[in-house]
């Protein structure tokens, strides 16, 4: 089992940056790609980023790439989203996930999930 707690939202003006940090516990996260997904109310949630297990490969959502930097520090368990230049429509919940494919698109299935930590814009 694998444990993920996201932390680092919070509000910010649009242009404004954030970190968001995820911190796992209970296995390490080198064994896994790691996600991170985001929820905007009344929406269904949407891949933004992945890493792959070495932190080799990265991919991105069109709508996040140039702006959003996925990283991750195996050796303190630990996976981050650096975001730039935010924008109103980047609002949400965001969350990150952890999986045992090697596909970094979004779409394969995600075996352990965090709580989510808000993410709010303002324009």
């Known amino acids: 089992q694998v444990q993920l707690v996201e932390s680092g939202g919070g509000l910010v003006q649009a242009g404004g940056s954030l970190r968001l940090s995820c911190a796992a516990s209970?296995?390490?996260?080198?064994?896994?790609?790691m996600g991170w997904f985001r929820q905007a109310p009344g929406k269904e949630r949407e891949f933004v980023a992945a890493?792959?297990?070495?932190?080799?490969?990265?991919y991105y959502a069109d709508s996040v790439k140039g702006r959003f930097t996925i990283s991750r520090d195996n050796a303190k368990n630990v996976v981050y989203l650096q975001m730039n230049s935010l924008k109103p429509e980047d609002t949400g919940l965001y969350s990150c996930?952890?999986?045992?494919?090697?596909?970094?698109?979004?779409?394969?299935?995600?075996?352990?999930w965090g709580q989510g930590t808000q993410v709010t814009v303002s324009s």
């Open positions: 209970g296995r390490t996260i080198s064994r896994y790609a």
């Open positions: 890493i792959s297990q070495t932190g080799a490969s990265t």
């Open positions: 996930a952890a999986t045992s494919s090697p596909i970094l698109d979004g779409r394969s299935p995600y075996d352990y």
